[in-house]
């Protein structure tokens, strides 16, 4: 029982690899953060590390497109609500 065990010599040559977001993955975050473009523009250009001006028009043409996709939700319509139950299993 006294026996420790050791860290193999091979985990301390281990790295983490840091990616940052790409342009479009930043994006979409800020778009599922908030729904507000300014704030959008503000938290993609800060995950990215660019300045506003070069994040606001690539944050216009995705909030646009999302409109054109989803007409019914752009005229003020709440999305349909489904729920879905779990129904038990049947006694036969």
């Not at 091979?10 to 993955?25: F, H, I, M, V």
């Not at 590390?49 to 497109?65: I, K, S, T, Y």
Request: charged residues 30%; glycine residues 8%.
């Amino acid at each position: 029982m006294g026996h420790k065990k050791t860290v193999p010599a091979a985990w301390s040559l281990r790295r983490t690899r840091y990616d940052p977001p790409g342009l479009d993955e930043a994006i979409a975050a800020a778009h599922g953060l908030t729904d507000r473009v300014e704030n959008q523009i503000a938290i993609a250009a800060e995950l990215i590390g660019l300045p506003e001006d070069e994040v606001r028009g690539r944050v216009l043409m995705v909030q646009a497109r999302t409109r054109q996709s989803r007409p019914g939700l752009a005229r003020g319509r709440q999305p349909e609500i489904v729920v879905v139950k779990r129904r038990g299993l049947r006694a036969t």
